[in-house]
Structure formats: C-alpha cells, structure tokens
C-alpha cells in the first residue's frame, strides 16, 4: 500500500526558532500533498495544499509567511513553521494522494504519522 | 462553508455488538466520501471509501451512502476493543482531493 513518511514524529522548540517538518511518498509519486493542523480532540483542519513545482494554496486563516511550504519535487513537501510561538503547538498531519482507487479518478488520501510540535 | 458533523461521542458499545456512526454534509456537490480510524496520538488510517449511493462492505465494516439526505454511516459489527478509536468521517467535492473532516466520533468498545 501507500505509504508516506513524516519527520520528525515529535519536536520540542523554543519560542521564537523555525521548525521544518517533511513529508515523503515513499512509493509513489503525489504531485499533491496536504499539510493538516490537529489540537487535542478536535478534527483535522486544512492548512494548505502543496502542488509540486508550484506554490502552496492557503486555506482562509492560515498565514502563509509563517507557515512556508515548499514541493521541490513528487515525493517530498515540506513545512516550516517560522518564528514559533507557543500557540503553534499542535499536531501537523500532512497525507498525498495515491494513485486513484475509485471512480473518476478520485483517490484516498494517505497521511503521514504526524509530528507533534510542543513551542515552549 | 462546507460543513461535516458528527456526535462527538464517546459510543459506547459491547464487545461483539454493531456499532453505528452517522455523519451528515451540507455541500450538495460532495462526490467523495471516506471513513478513517485514528488513534490517539497518532495520525488518521483510511477505513472505508464510497462514491454511490448504496451500501459497501468490506469485512466487518459497511459504509451506507444516501446522497439525496446527504448522509454517509459506518456500520462496525463485531466490535472488538481494539476498534476503539476516534472516526473520522470526510467529504470531497469534485474538485480534487480536498476533503472536509468531521469532528470525529469517538467509541469505545467494553469487553
């Protein structure tokens, strides 16, 4: 199956320093991949899309001079949180497509294992 | 806005009973929809997807799709404790793979 790889799993800052978490295809190649933000109990929300070669689209409410995310190429998308602060600490989910299963070429979704970022 | 809702939980269920979730939609344009299992702590596990109305099985797990009430249910029979979890229902449009996400039901299983 598809599988994505997300590092780090769990990262510790100080306020103030940047944070970059990558995400890999490891299988196949996702021209698309999703960046999720997830606080405790709560639903997953929707950051941005990042489309490789292109840039990222934001969702309203997301600051995208902050959270910079960069595709360089069809296996590898990258966030970096910048200039943290405590309020950033949450869970950052990011998935790819994999090549279609369904009808009109829809496709699950397939998600990393998350990196819990903590900003003290 | 787009909107997925569902009962936060937590259900509780005996083990080897069915366990029921139900999600409702508001955008009449979904094409997509999936079902995903996530444990605490860790990140999202796709369970089921299904396109057309209808039900669709696979193992103990039975997805239920009405468009036209714009619902989608899982059925879990058998329940074992280890399907305790959160699930998360998600709805996408036709313009790609941009899913919606509910809040997630959260269910426990009690041996």
């Known amino acids: 199956g598809a599988v994505v790889s997300q590092h780090p799993s769990r990262v510790i800052c100080k306020s103030g320093t940047s944070v970059k978490i990558e995400c890999r295809s490891l299988?196949?190649?996702?021209?698309?991949m999703f960046w999720y933000r997830q606080f405790p109990k709560k639903s997953l929300m929707l950051m941005a899309t990042s489309n490789e070669g292109s840039k990222a689209t934001y969702e309203q409410g997301v600051e995208k001079d902050k959270f910079l995310i960069n595709h360089a190429s069809l296996t590898l998308s990258t966030l970096t949180v910048t200039s943290a602060h405590p309020e950033d600490s949450s869970f950052y989910i990011c998935?790819?497509?994999?090549?279609?299963?369904?009808?009109?070429?829809?496709?699950?979704?397939?998600f990393g294992n998350g990196t819990r970022l903590t900003v003290t | 806005q787009k909107e997925v809702e569902q009962n936060s939980g937590p259900l509780s269920v005996p083990e080897g009973a069915i366990a029921s979730l139900n999600c409702t939609y508001s955008?009449?344009?979904?094409?997509?929809f999936f079902w995903y299992r996530q444990y605490s702590g860790k990140s999202p596990e796709l369970i089921m997807s299904?396109?057309?109305?209808g039900d669709k099985e696979d193992g103990r797990f039975t997805a239920q799709l009405n468009k036209a009430s714009q619902y989608v249910s899982l059925l879990i029979r058998d329940s074992q404790p280890s399907d305790s979890a959160t699930y998360l229902c998600?709805?996408?449009?036709?313009?790609?793979?941009?899913?919606?996400f509910g809040g997630g039901t959260r269910v426990l299983v009690k041996p």
């Open positions: 998600a709805v996408g449009t036709t313009a790609g793979n941009k899913l919606t």
């Open positions: 998935s790819a497509e994999s090549p279609g299963q369904g009808v009109r070429g829809d496709s699950p979704l397939h």
């Open positions: 955008d009449r344009g979904s094409q997509s």
């Open positions: 299988d196949f190649q996702a021209t698309t």
């Open positions: 299904i396109y057309s109305n």
